[in-house]
């Protein structure tokens, strides 16, 4: 069963740090392009970032170049989204995603497997 599986999120004080994984089971992660999302309370679900399957690229959004970082660990199936500089603004559900790469990496309709979302809180 293909399964994505997101982890590490929690309540933070602005300005920390925290870093998501996103473990998959079922199926080699190292061959797709994964890409992390967030989606805040009355708001639609937007790209933050996304590392590809073949050569690593990644990419951001511009509200988290900078303070975020993807990568891959690809002999643990994990991905991770380390965050730091936190804002209020960065509250939300984080999801990870895959999809065979980085191309429209915005786009939710791209993606074809999604995980269930960890709940990430800045506040102090």
């Known amino acids: 069963q293909v399964q994505l599986v997101e982890s590490g999120g929690g309540l933070v004080q602005p300005g920390g740090s925290l870093r998501l994984s996103c473990a998959a089971s079922g199926f080699t992660l190292e061959y797709y392009a994964i890409g992390w999302f967030r989606q805040a309370p009355g708001k639609e679900r937007e790209g933050v970032s996304c590392?590809?399957?073949?050569?690593?690229?990644?990419y951001y959004a511009d509200s988290v170049e900078g303070r975020f970082t993807i990568a891959r660990d690809n002999a643990k199936n994990t991905v991770y989204l380390q965050m730091n500089s936190l804002t209020p603004e960065d509250t939300a559900v984080y999801y990870c995603?895959?999809?065979?790469?980085?191309?429209?990496?915005?786009?939710?309709?791209?993606?074809?497997?999604w995980g269930q979302g960890t709940q990430v809180t800045v506040s102090s």
């Open positions: 590392i590809s399957s073949s050569h690593g690229s990644t």
């Open positions: 995603a895959a999809q065979e790469s980085c191309t429209g990496w915005g786009y939710v309709e791209n993606y074809d497997y």
